[in-house]
């Protein structure tokens, strides 16, 4: 796999004043990321397809903030990954390494691989696009070669921000013979988190799947999710 992504190297890549470009789309929408080798990997956009970069510098809509940050070093809010080092440190630092694109029959796998320039340490951000479905698939890989273990504390399995808003976040809660009753919260300043612990029973109590409304109170036939 590291010989393969040696030649697959900087997939789809435009370069602006922005740095280099990383467009993902599916047939509605479109993530973006930009970055060089040797500097941060940044996380621009989510949402509505666009055509090209341009389209979310132009508007004013593209974000600013680290693809995956990390405990440590520049990171202020809540970090994606932090561990701490075999020699105690607790700074982890990356910056992009590598890109590669690995295609297959029902879609294309978009590879970031991320690097402590101090430590060989490694991470790498993975996103899956299924063909003919606006499906985006995103996991982690983490990896090191520290001569001690290293102690991880938290390691997301992706990172997804979104311009401060009117959000509006709706899941579902339950108890015994009342599973599944839908919940909808305006998000406001702090942390909210949804968590099962019954395992492969995950309808009882919270359920995983969540949805997003950025434009308001969700409705039912208009909105943004």
Not at 49 to 55: E, L
Not at 174 to 196: D, F, I, T, V
Request: proline share 5%; charged share 20%.
């Amino acid at each position: 796999l590291i010989l393969l992504l040696s030649f697959l190297f900087s997939f789809s890549a435009v370069y602006s004043a922005e740095g280099a470009d990383y467009l993902i789309s599916t047939p509605n929408t479109s993530l973006l990321l930009s970055g060089k080798k040797g500097e941060r990997l940044l996380f621009r956009y989510y949402g509505t397809r666009i055509n090209s970069p341009a389209d979310v510098y132009n508007s004013g809509t593209a974000i600013d903030i680290q693809a995956y940050p990390s405990f440590g070093t520049e990171c202020v809010t809540e970090p994606a990954v932090q561990v701490t080092h075999a020699d105690g440190n607790m700074s982890l630092d990356l910056y992009l390494e590598d890109t590669g694109k690995i295609a297959a029959k029902d879609g294309e796998t978009y590879i970031f691989i991320l690097k402590d320039p101090k430590y060989p340490f490694t991470v790498k951000l993975c996103y899956k696009t299924y063909s003919g479905t606006d499906v985006i698939e995103v996991w982690t890989e983490i990896s090191h070669r520290e001569k001690k273990p290293v102690t991880l504390y938290k390691f997301a399995s992706a990172f997804l921000p979104v311009r401060q808003g009117d959000h509006w976040l709706t899941h579902l809660h339950g108890n015994w013979a009342s599973e599944s009753y839908q919940e909808e919260e305006r998000l406001l300043p702090g942390m909210k988190m949804l968590k099962n612990k019954d395992g492969v029973r995950n309808s009882q109590t919270d359920n995983p799947s969540f949805m997003l409304s950025v434009d308001g109170y969700p409705r039912e036939d208009a909105g943004a999710v």
